[in-house]
């Protein structure tokens, strides 16, 4: 059973910083892909940023140059640096794990971005 746990998500000021981590129960290696995805209220659930197990990053265009994805194999972790972050930034963040069987999602964690 492979369990995702988001956590550091939380209220920041426009122009803040907030680092999210997913934290793995299994080895991050496993997988072919690890994501950051989030949902606003109302909204679909959109792609944030992809790690893929070759290291390789991508990005939606929203948030390029703002975050950074990046994993820690020891820690079985995949981070979320956000920098400058807008309103519209403002939604629940979930992780995602893509092995080549199955994906798997965490339970989300809530990022509201307001002065």
């Known amino acids: 059973q492979v369990q995702l746990v988001e956590s550091g998500g939380g209220l920041v000021q426009p122009g803040g910083a907030l680092r999210l981590s997913c934290s793995c129960s299994?080895?991050?290696?496993?997988?072919?892909?690890m994501s950051w995805y989030r949902q606003a209220p109302g909204k679909e659930r959109d792609l944030v940023a992809t790690?893929?197990?070759?290291?390789?990053?991508n990005y939606a265009d929203s948030v390029k140059g703002r975050f950074t994805i990046s994993r820690d194999g020891a820690k079985n972790t995949v981070y979320l640096q956000m920098n400058s972050l807008k309103p519209e930034d403002t939604a629940v963040y979930y992780c995602?794990?893509?092995?080549?069987?199955?994906?798997?999602w965490g339970q989300g964690t809530q990022v509201t971005v307001s002065s």
């Open positions: 995602n794990a893509q092995d080549h069987w199955a994906g798997y």
């Open positions: 790690i893929t197990s070759a290291e390789g990053t």
């Open positions: 299994r080895s991050i290696f496993r997988f072919r892909t």
